[in-house]
Structures are given as C-alpha cells and as structure tokens.
C-alpha cells in the first residue's frame, strides 16, 4: 500500500508479562499494517495474543506489562507514548469496542451520559448538545426510541442494544480508526448479523478503518479486506479474506476452517483441532503449534518457521507450505 494510505503501522510489537513463574510472552514479534478505511480482521483461539495487543496498542494494559517494538499511528510512535497523549488519541482518533459492554459501561450512569461524556472530554461537544447527540448516535446505530434510551441506564438494555450503544459510544468523535475486540460475543446469531451490519454501515459513511478482533471466521467473512491469522502470540498467515478462506496456506488456519459449521455436512460432527493452545510460560520447542499439528516433523521441533511471503499479497509461517495438499474449500454457516 502507498505510504500515504497507511494509517497504523505494527512492527515486531512484543509483550510480556512478569510472574511467579517467570516471563508470560503473550505477543512475540507481531506486524500489522492497516491501510486508511481498511478492515483487517485478527482471528486466532482464546490466548493467541489478539486482545493484548490492541490494548497495548492503545497504553490499556498494566504497568506491568513489558511492551516493545513499534506502533506508529499516522506516523507517531504509540509505544512509550506518556498516558496524558495517549488519552488526546484514545477515544478521539482511535476508539475501542469493548468485547463485554455490560463492564465497559458504568452502571450507575445512563447510556446518555457516558456517551456525552466522551463528546466533553474530547471537545466535540457539552452539556445538552452532547446529550443530543448521543441521542442521534443512538438512533444511528439503530436502538429503538433512542429520546426515551438515552436516559436509561446500562441494566435497562439488552445485549445486543448494550453493544449498539457501545458502538455508538465509539463513533461519536468520529474516529480514523476503530478496533472492535470480540464485538458480537454472547449474541445470537441475528444479532450478531444486525451488530456487523451496524459497524459496516457506520464504516461505509464515516471512512473509518477497522480491526476486527474474533475467534469466530464466520464473522469475519463478510467484514474484513483482509485477515492476520494469530497464534502462540504470533501471526501465522495473512492475505486477502478470499485467500485466507478459499487457499489456505498454514495447518493451523486449514483447522479452524474446518472446525466451522458447513452446508452440505449438517448433522455431522465438527471436525475440531486436537489438543490445546499452549501456555504462554511454556511454549513448545520451535513451532508453538507443532504439537497440535498433523504435518509436524523434526524440523518444526528444531525451529520456528518466519513468515514468508508465499504468492503476493499472501503471507504463512511454516515449514511445510509448499508440501501441503490442495485445499478443498467448502461452504460454511456464516
């Protein structure tokens, strides 16, 4: 992409955590480049680094997480940014939705309030104005007789209207960058469809780009322009949303597809990847997905694989790329 296109730019971003038992590495080396108004989902199990390092890249994580590498966001540096600019561009030029809006939002302060708040602390807008605002973003993400909701408090919305206004919360300083962190978690299906539906219609009118966080690919095939494939803290294949899901490139990717429910094998089992992800105190020799793997050699025991560019635009990380058999795609349930 042309440097000017480029809106955030990751490079070998690192984190890890001090123990008891030692160092916790829970993101190791990752780059991500997000172009202005693209969406790049990041996909991966529970543990694969995902979340940890999009609050890292917004200065949310504990003092005593040890971050390095680099995040430049339209050319400034994120990392060892002080917390007083880190909150001028949180919430303001990059806002996050939170995977549990039930905890995101305080309880004993209405919806209204907490959107207006986000207006004020940014200077958008004050006092009734905000108010009104929050009321029309409300309406514009869809909640039903928004005048009357923006008055209630967390408890009086279901999920799905809980995370419409999360959404609504994040757009009102109308962001370059929104990262949504599991945003259709606990919802069911039609939810779900309505809550990305909302996102890709608030996209399409403000230019925003987005990172979508999920473990669910269903979600991601009808959102994203391209996926980043996370695993063991690093990025194990990324390209195009049509390369990622028709011509996969990585073992680990080939299983979580087909872990997903498909149209013509209804009634049959899922076909789940064995094993376990591994702990980030103690991850495997070489490859960290090499004990869960059905190619696995010595090789992948010796060493871990880089991430190699294998056609353009489509990048894996393993040993066994080139020796992998074709990949049948098939029609899934999303």
Do not use: W
Request: hydrophobic residues 40%.
């Amino acid at each position: 992409m042309a440097q000017d296109d480029l809106l955030l730019d990751v490079s070998d971003l690192s984190v890890a955590f001090k123990t008891k038992k030692g160092m916790a590495a829970a993101v190791r080396g990752m780059s991500l480049r997000v172009a202005r108004g693209e969406s790049v989902a990041i996909v991966g199990e529970s543990g694969s680094g995902k979340s940890v390092s999009s609050l890292a890249l917004l200065g949310l994580l504990p003092k005593s997480a040890q971050i390095t590498g680099s995040a430049k966001f339209d050319g400034e540096e994120l990392v060892g940014m002080s917390q007083n600019d880190l909150r001028a561009i949180r919430g303001k030029r990059i806002s996050m939705i939170f995977q549990d809006p039930m905890t995101a939002f305080n309880p004993v302060f209405t919806i209204g309030d907490q959107i207006a708040e986000a207006m004020e602390v940014h200077g958008t807008a004050e006092g009734d104005k905000a108010l009104m605002e929050a009321a029309n973003l409300l309406e514009l993400v869809g909640v039903p007789e928004p005048g009357q909701r923006v008055n209630q408090y967390p408890h009086e919305f279901s999920g799905g209207m809980r995370q419409r206004a999360m959404i609504a919360m994040a757009i009102a300083n109308k962001p370059d960058l929104l990262i949504a962190d599991e945003p259709t978690t606990a919802l069911d299906v039609t939810i779900q469809a309505q809550v990305m539906e909302v996102l890709s219609d608030i996209r399409k009118e403000s230019g925003a780009a987005m990172i979508l966080i999920t473990h669910d690919l269903g979600v991601v095939a009808g959102s994203a322009d391209r996926v980043q494939v996370m695993y063991g803290g690093r990025v194990f294949e990324r390209g195009t949303t049509n390369d990622v899901f028709y011509d996969p490139l990585n073992p680990y990717t080939r299983g979580l597809l087909r872990s997903m429910p498909r149209v013509d094998a209804i009634g049959e089992r899922l076909v789940p990847i064995s094993g376990s992800p591994p702990s980030i105190l103690n991850m495997p020799p070489g490859c960290a997905f090499g004990p869960r793997c059905d190619f696995r050699t010595d090789a992948c025991v010796a060493d871990a694989a880089s991430l190699e560019l294998v056609k353009p635009g489509h990048e894996s990380r393993c040993h066994h790329t080139a020796d992998l058999p074709a990949y049948e795609a098939v029609e899934t349930l999303t």
